[in-house]
């Protein structure tokens, strides 16, 4: 497979989809909003993002499944598979906030071999395909160069339905105040790990996410010469529900300390 020829005809679903998405961020007035869980929220927007997404990437690739967010596709593929999150920060895009981001990923055997990630707010184009780095609007980008976490700024999610680790976490918090440059929380996790690929931040940890938040990130950070892994080091953290990611310099610190703290109990 052409994995540059594929991302770059995927982008093309990708702007289709935001523009819808931008239209209604502009026109929010009627916007329906429902509780999926708590503190857990699905849109119109969403929805028709996701079918959006759904019918123009099924005409790429049409062997491929997906695992969307919500649900609006529930094929799945033996070889290749979409993972898609329409709108990644929905939470910040129903109050006007920004960041939010569309993430589309491509996995072969679970492997992601392409992604996406289009954030609304300074109109920026992430993506990068297996084996030809990491691209912002053209640029080639790649993951800082910082040494060590007192040196590093971190970004984070907070949880908002699973606090089984919300001790830890605080406690995580706390460590890197004290111990880094400072401590960032976005709202989106896929906004958060694009920054990690292009250098704005030096590492980014979260736990009880999914695998459409995080598929074009992982990508996207190990194309930029950075490592992604679950908490306790293991690589292609995808379906593992918790991700850190950094430039390799600072990896192993980075890895050992959140193991340490969120993995205490």
């Known amino acids: 497979m052409l994995y540059k020829e594929i991302c770059f005809d995927a982008m ?34 969403d929805r028709k ?28 593929g033996e070889t290749f598979n979409w993972v898609i999150d329409p709108i990644d920060g929905t939470t910040n895009f129903i109050h006007g906030v920004f960041p939010f981001a569309i993430s589309v990923g491509l996995t072969e055997h679970d492997v992601v071999v392409a992604g996406i990630v289009y954030e609304f707010g300074l109109d920026e184009f992430f993506y990068a395909w297996k084996g030809g780095g990491a691209w912002l609007n053209g640029q080639k980008i790649g993951v800082s160069e910082v040494t060590s976490m007192d040196q590093a700024l971190i970004a984070t999610g907070f949880p ?27 709202g989106s996790a896929a906004t958060d790990i694009a920054y990690v690929a292009c250098g704005r931040y030096d590492g ?16 996207l950070v190990n194309e930029a010469g950075g490592k992604a892994s679950d908490f306790r080091g293991n690589e292609n953290p995808l379906f593992k529900e918790n991700i850190i990611c950094s430039n390799r310099n600072g990896f192993h610190e980075f890895q050992e300390t959140i193991q340490k703290i969120m993995l205490s109990q």
């Not at 993002?49 to 799945?76: D, M, N, Y």
């Open 204 to 219: 980014f940890y979260e736990y009880g996410l999914h695998p459409w938040d995080i598929a074009a990130g992982i990508l």
């Open 49 to 76: 993002a996701e079918q959006i997404l759904v019918s123009g990437l099924s005409g790429l690739l049409p062997e491929a499944g997906f695992i969307a967010e919500e649900g609006t596709s529930t094929k799945r």
């Open 12 to 45: 093309e679903v990708v702007k289709k989809a935001a523009a819808f998405v931008r239209e209604r961020h502009e026109n929010r007035k009627d916007l329906v909003i429902e509780e999926k869980g708590r503190q857990n929220f699905v849109t119109e927007v």
């Open 160 to 186: 908002y339905t699973n606090f089984k680790y919300l001790k830890e976490f605080m406690h995580s918090m706390d460590y890197f105040m004290k111990n880094s440059h400072g401590l960032r929380r976005l």
